[in-house]
């Protein structure tokens, strides 16, 4: 049974980072592309970072977007999510997701059509 949990999702004060896990089971993780998304309430689901074997082996090391990074841990079979300088419009629930298609994850950004298998997802909330 294929399964993504996540979890690290809190209530934080703004500035302040957070580190995002998911965990992953029950399909081979270097055969899938892992994303994260996330959506606040009354906003359409917006996609952050990516990670894939492919990717890994073009860009490798942890990848940066702005004030995110995502890493990742293969012998863990585990994805992480840093999140640096939060600021209260980052309050949304996170998740992850696992896609098959070489097109779920191009250049580290997530398109979320190509993505199968998704997690319950992790509040984070951003507020003084």
């Known amino acids: 049974e294929v399964q993504l949990v996540e979890s690290g999702g809190a209530l934080v004060q703004p500035g302040g980072s957070l580190r995002l896990s998911c965990a992953a089971s029950g399909f081979t993780f270097d055969d899938y592309a892992i994303g994260w998304f996330r959506q606040a309430p009354g906003k359409e689901r917006e996609g952050i970072l990516c990670?894939?074997?492919?990717?890994?082996?073009?860009y490798p090391g942890d990848s940066v977007k702005g004030r995110f990074t995502i890493s990742s841990d293969s012998a863990k079979n585990t994805v992480y999510l840093q999140i640096d300088s939060l600021r209260p419009e980052d309050t949304a629930s996170y998740y992850c997701a696992a896609g098959w298609s070489t097109n779920a994850c191009i250049a580290r950004m997530p398109d979320p059509n190509w993505y199968t298998f998704w997690g319950q997802g992790t509040q984070v909330t951003v507020s003084s």
């Open positions: 990670t894939s074997r492919r990717d890994r082996d073009t």
